[in-house]
């Protein structure tokens, strides 16, 4: 079946130290959006990419940045993880079209990072 | 993007319908509505969409009023698996190419009982 993959689904990093989320998608979607979910709120959109468009929202931190190396994968690095970063991140994909006006994303599992 | 209210929480028992409403004083006239699931520690996942009137799918029914600024989700004969948050978004067509953008308010805790 068609979907969107996260890995890992549970990740651990250190304070500071460098990480790394994937998503891989099968749907052929052209747009990836990146979501931060901490808990008990809602999904907040971080940046997402329109084709090879890189578009950030303007309150996500500097820290967190991302690449899509092609329309299958797209990647959230965060260069300095702090406590405050612990949260789900999730992976969505959508096709945009002129033709069909209508949009659905498409969410991963998500990937739940911790920060010691 | 409109801002979406919508109660903080509900409660049901099996069997019973659910409606859920949302408000949406400042939709625009390219805005869809759509609704989202999200159970814990899964992403959201589309539920049903709708632009005016009655839509309805395998899943639920939305409904919307002629001046589009609130909608109901309907959810016939919930089970407990249908506990989980619900959260409506409003958002334009998308025109501009730039991928479509999804603020997410605060959503519905559905609670279902036996």
């Known amino acids: 079946d068609a979907m969107v993959i996260q890995n890992p689904r549970y990740q651990v990093t250190q304070f500071g130290k460098p990480v790394t989320l994937s998503c891989s998608q099968t749907l052929n979607h052209n747009v990836m959006y990146w979501y931060q979910q901490k808990s008990s709120q809602a999904p907040k959109l971080l940046f997402h990419?329109?084709?090879?468009?890189?578009?950030n929202e303007a309150d996500t931190p500097d820290n967190f940045q991302s690449r899509r190396p092609n329309t299958s994968f797209c990647f959230l690095d965060i260069r300095s993880p702090g406590l405050g970063d612990a949260a789900m991140y999730l992976c969505a994909t959508s096709r945009e079209s002129r033709e069909d006006p209508r949009y659905e994303q498409y969410f991963g599992p998500g990937t739940r990072l911790t920060v010691t | 993007l409109a801002k979406t209210t919508q109660p903080i929480s509900m409660d049901s028992y099996e069997g019973q319908e659910v409606n859920i409403t949302c408000s949406h004083n400042n939709i625009a006239t390219n805005d869809y509505i759509t609704w989202y699931q999200q159970f814990p520690s899964q992403g959201p996942r589309f539920i049903i969409q709708g632009y005016k009137t009655k839509v309805t799918n395998e899943v639920a029914s939305l409904f919307i009023p002629a001046d589009r600024k609130s909608s109901t989700l309907s959810l016939p004969r919930v089970s407990l698996s249908d506990t989980a948050v619900y959260y409506c978004?409003?958002?334009?067509?998308?025109?501009?190419?730039?991928?479509?953008?999804?603020?997410f308010g605060t959503g519905t805790q559905l609670k279902v009982e036996l």
């Open positions: 978004l409003v958002g334009d067509m998308g025109l501009t190419g730039g991928g479509n953008k999804l603020t």
């Open positions: 990419y329109y084709d090879k468009d890189f578009n």
